[in-house]
């Protein structure tokens, strides 16, 4: 028999999320991030399933080669652009946007003898200080990049830091500095990312740029997804694989951190870190067993984790356990692991088996 433990992929909550999505940015266009494999979804299955996204982004080329070879004929943008002078056949080959935000990748331009053209998106950088160019010398840039034969730009973008708070005042600085370059510079703007597209409508300009979100989840502390009108798309699922009636007193798992405080049963699930549930996850965090929540107790080990079934007397081996996903949101889970959901989504392990479910 095959292992027990699965990721079910629920493609109708994916298609609802990318609608909601359009509700809440009506007047924008939508980039669809589909980096690390789609959050953990499976890339191609996800773009398959976007139809109406009017490009997608990805972190590498690696990523927009996949999309290309499974026939996705979408604008894809290379959030991170060309790393050095060799990505540029395949950027053009595949047909890539790329976004710039480093001047070595405008040497690379400049050298380059470029046949058929390039989408340029520029990336400024209005204080998230990671990728962009500052505002001071955006100008230079846009001349430099006139010069490049066969370079259009598209669109100028930058990226919010703390944009999943309600209120900072970096995001209006950030906001501030955006709007009045964007007013002096011809073009299509983007700013918004899952949490500015749900807190700062103001942010939404003409494309937005979810990820997070069209996968159900929320990207503010403190909320899940169903609080956004948002449905979560991937559920982790185990079974139980055995069951062990303990006596008061008897450890628990590796290290024996966690001690029976009276006998009881103790169910073991055919999951652990080595398919991605977090190793930190400390005990208390909520499993389903058949829809009903019971504590992790003691250590996570890599293909197994222990729960506490007192609440569960007739729990019996092959009950289907979820560890995240439907009612019990991964923000939860992250949130016991002191991690972010971006993390579990992301560590999804490959060896699970991936169910499409419409
Ligand atoms: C990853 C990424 C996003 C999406 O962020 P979410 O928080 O998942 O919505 C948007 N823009 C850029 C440039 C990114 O790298």
Known sequence: MTRPSRVIIDIKALEHNFSRIKELAPHSKVMAIIKADAYGHGIVRVAKTLRDADAF????????????????????????????????????????????????????????????????????????????????????????????????????????????????????????????????????????????????????FDWVRPGLMLYGVSPIV?????????????????????????????????????????????????????????????SGTPILVNNIRCPLIGRASMDMLTIDLRNQSNAKIGDRVVLWGGSLPIEEIASYAETIPYELLCGVHKRLQFVEYN
């Open 57 to 204: 982004g990805v972190a590498c080329l690696e990523e927009a080669e996949q999309l290309r070879q499974s026939s996705i004929k979408t604008p894809i943008v290379l959030l991170e652009g060309p790393y050095k002078s060799d990505d540029l056949p395949s950027i053009i080959k595949f047909k890539l946007d790329i976004v710039i935000h480093n001047e070595y990748q405008i040497e690379l331009l400049e050298k380059a003898e470029i046949k058929g053209s390039i989408n340029v998106w520029l990336k400024i950088d209005t204080g998230m200080h990671r990728l962009g160019f500052p505002i001071e010398k955006a100008y230079a840039i846009i001349d430099r990049l006139s010069l490049c034969k066969n370079i259009n730009l598209r669109v100028l973008m930058t990226h919010l830091a703390t944009a999943n708070e309600k209120k900072n005042d970096l995001t209006q600085q950030q906001l501030e500095a955006f709007k009045k370059i964007s007013e002096i510079i011809d073009g299509e703007k983007t700013v918004a990312n899952s949490a500015a597209l749900i807190n700062f409508p103001e942010a939404h």
């Open 222 to 282: 403190g909320s899940s997804g169903i609080n956004h009108g948002l449905k979560s798309v991937m559920t982790l699922e185990s079974e139980i694989i055995s069951i062990q009636y303990l006596s008061k007193g008897e450890p628990v798992g590796y290290g024996a951190t966690w001690r029976c405080p009276e006998n009881m049963p103790v169910g073991i699930i055919a999951a652990g870190y080595g398919d991605g549930f977090p190793r930190h996850a400390k």
